[in-house]
């Protein structure tokens, strides 16, 4: 993606607002689930918008412009507001993977109505990559990210709150690991991510 500030300076631009909508809408729907199931915490806090200067973190937006990982601001949820503490936590757990999902989908098929391998399409292409990248790596399950939410399900409470207590430099340390070392299981996940791209554009 960065290679196209010299190639294509106003293409890297509209990649850089995809990216910035992407992680908006990603927080805007777990503060949208959270409140529809009782909790309005995250709408008091001022996080039920897609105003991208309400969810973004700064950390978590240059991480995915530099290492191809990142993350939104946390939305703040308080599951006991919800009448199925479990359950909310899930829903609203996996609301921002799923939202990711839905905009690659619509803008893939998108794609298929622009020509070929058009620089337009190759815009597109590289924001539907972005979401799909944005669903699955916010489904591992580290603090801040999504995941930890489904796996803090499985664990005690104090469990759960040590997880999250460490789970930022776990986090950071995951980054620059699979970032500085040959990670076959990277290469992996990288060409899955490629191919889903690839299976729902017409690039």
Same mark, same amino acid.
């Given at each position: 993606m960065l290679e196209l500030i010299q190639t294509s300076p106003l293409a890297f631009l509209v990649i850089i607002g995809g990216l910035i909508i992407a992680l908006a809408f990603h927080e805007a729907a777990h503060a949208f689930v959270a409140y529809k199931l009782g909790d309005s915490t995250a709408k008091m806090a001022g996080?039920?918008? +897609?105003? %991208?200067?309400?969810?973004?973190?700064? &950390?978590?937006?240059?991480?995915? /412009?530099? &290492?191809? &990982?990142g993350w939104g601001k946390p939305v703040p949820v308080n599951p006991r507001n919800f009448k199925n503490p479990a359950v909310g936590n899930l829903l609203v757990a996996l609301a921002g993977p799923a939202t990711n999902i839905? $905009?690659?989908? +619509?803008?893939?098929? /998108?794609?298929? !109505?622009?020509?070929p391998n058009s620089l337009l399409t190759?815009?597109?292409?590289?924001?539907?990559? /972005?979401n799909i990248l944005l669903a699955f790596f916010n489904l591992l399950p580290i603090p801040p990210l999504d995941g930890s939410k489904i796996l803090g399900l499985f664990l005690s409470e104090e469990s759960a709150y040590e997880l999250e207590r $460490?789970? %930022?430099? $776990?986090?950071?340390? &995951? $980054?620059l690991l +699979?970032?500085?070392?040959?990670s076959t299981l990277l290469l992996q996940f990288l060409n899955l +991510?490629?191919?889903?791209?690839? !299976? /729902?554009t017409a690039f």
């Open positions: 996080r039920l918008t +897609v105003n %991208p200067l309400k969810h973004l973190d700064p &950390f978590g937006t240059l991480a995915l /412009i530099f &290492f191809r &990982f839905l $905009i690659a989908l +619509v803008l893939g098929g /998108i794609t298929f !109505l622009l020509p190759l815009v597109i292409s590289t924001v539907v990559y /972005i $460490i789970g %930022p430099m $776990i986090l950071l340390v &995951f $980054i +699979v970032n500085t070392t040959s +991510v490629n191919r889903l791209t690839n !299976l /729902i």
